[in-house]
């Protein structure tokens, strides 16, 4: 450090480490394979990033914001194959390039003024990381892994374990710091809570009962959640199996979970696709034959109608959905901004009116939709004839739980990228529309 006049920022947060034995043991912990894209938050002086280039990864991606640092760092480990060097402030890099790039993992010694920012960066739903080690103050690495009825438990607690499994891996001391700081630190690890198995929600009802019910720790969750339409408050306690008179840090995250639901007024929460629903089964020439059940059609593969939209806003962004889990075809992969099936009885454009309200919460009008193209019946779509509409929006979207997990805007070149990477990741009917659009976009 004084040999090339770098003075620790305290405003910073930098605090470099000096132990060689617990910096090689915090790099163990990501398990490092082959075919995994490494991302380095704050590589600072080297002391993970030494252990982490001899581990093999096929590519190592190392962000630096302090100027002085990135250079030293570009010295250290520029030139070795497979490692590049970020000039970026954390906060605000963008991993959305990266889902081409998985598996992902990141690793980082956080520094303590803004550690927790940068993890809402870079590790918020959907995110391309599958695994995560991160160094941070010791209080929020028990905040993040804290258990129900903790001190600490709240809403950072409960908003990262919605999406992430998160466990506290070790203290470390102040003096393998230097500058040793006033407070002992602490190593989190983090992997996706496997989403089969745990109840779709809202996410943003979810977040906003957590904002009331955690507003004033001391008064119980009776006292500041609004009123459930549906049912009395002690009704609603003994469905979800909580004390009528808990506060909000007594309540687990399958708890807060469930009240959720019970707020939610969507009728299809919780619950996919109901093969009962009935298509009109077309011909080679899209001419309705007869009429059939859901589950029939996609078992024969018989021909039917669907449309899907592409929604871009004004950056030329498109909007892709991730499908939940609960889909009975293609579940957990990326899709069209918003895609379904025709009804019986009715035409594409209608639907494609209908859809876009119904998943993206988009009230719009048929002459607002551009027909891009269409699509013959074949495997590539589902045995499904499509028309592909589109639509420039820039206000806020809302999905329904049941069908979409979450969403994400990318540049038509991610995406371009993405797909010829990991096609495994994307919805075949997107595809065939993506690849038609993008020959007259």
Request: proline share 6%; glycine share 6%; with cysteine.
């Amino acid at each position: 450090m004084r040999e090339r006049d770098i003075d620790p920022s305290y405003g910073m947060g930098q605090n470099f480490m000096t132990d060689r034995t617990v910096a090689s043991w915090i790099v163990d912990q990501l398990d490092v394979r082959p075919e995994d894209t490494v991302i380095e938050i704050g590589p600072g002086m080297g002391a993970l990033t030494e252990h982490l280039v001899t581990k093999g990864a096929r590519r190592v991606v190392l962000v630096e914001k302090d100027d002085k640092l990135v250079e030293l760092v570009k010295s250290k480990f520029g030139h070795l194959a497979g490692v590049e060097v970020h000039h970026a402030d954390a906060i605000r890099f963008d991993l959305r390039s990266f889902y081409a790039e998985q598996p992902v993992k990141v690793l980082g010694a956080l520094p303590y003024s803004c550690g927790t920012e940068i993890i809402r960066n870079v590790m918020s739903h959907p995110s391309p990381a599958c695994r995560a080690v991160f160094t941070l103050q010791k209080e929020v690495c028990l905040k993040l892994s804290a258990k129900p009825h903790d001190h600490l438990y709240g809403l950072l607690t409960l908003r990262s374990q919605a999406w992430w499994d998160i466990a506290y891996l070790r203290e470390l001391p102040p003096d393998i710091f230097v500058p040793r700081p006033a407070v002992d630190s602490g190593v989190i690890a983090m992997t996706p809570r496997p989403r089969v198995g745990f109840p779709v929600f809202e996410e943003k009802l979810f977040d906003r009962l957590l904002s009331h019910g955690f507003s004033q720790r001391r008064k119980m969750m009776r006292n500041l959640l609004p009123k459930n339409p549906d049912h009395a408050w002690e009704d609603l306690a003994a469905k979800v199996g909580f004390n009528p008179l808990a506060r909000a840090q007594e309540l687990s995250l399958r708890q807060w979970v469930d009240l959720t639901n019970e707020y939610d007024p969507d009728p299809k929460k919780g619950h996919g696709q109901s093969g009962e629903e009935v298509f009109d089964v077309v011909d080679e020439n899209d001419q309705v034959i007869r009429q059939e059940l859901r589950r029939i059609v996609h078992a024969e593969n018989l021909r039917h109608r669907a449309v899907h939209l592409f929604v871009f806003n004004d950056a030329g962004e498109i909007f892709l959905q991730l499908r939940s889990h609960l889909k009975d075809k293609m579940p957990e992969r990326w899709d069209s901004s918003a895609a379904g099936h025709v009804d019986s009885g009715e035409d594409y454009l209608t639907s494609a009116v209908r859809e876009i309200e119904e998943e993206l919460g988009i009230k719009t009008t048929a002459d607002r939709l551009k027909l891009e193209t269409t699509l013959p019946a074949g495997p590539g779509t589902g045995w499904e004839f499509v028309h592909l509409y589109s639509l420039t929006w820039n206000n806020p979207l809302r999905w329904p739980a049941a069908e979409i997990e979450t969403g994400q805007w990318f540049a038509p070149e991610q995406v371009d990228r993405w797909i010829r990477q990991r096609p495994q990741d994307f919805a075949e009917g997107f595809m065939e529309c993506w690849r038609r659009w993008r020959k007259n976009p």
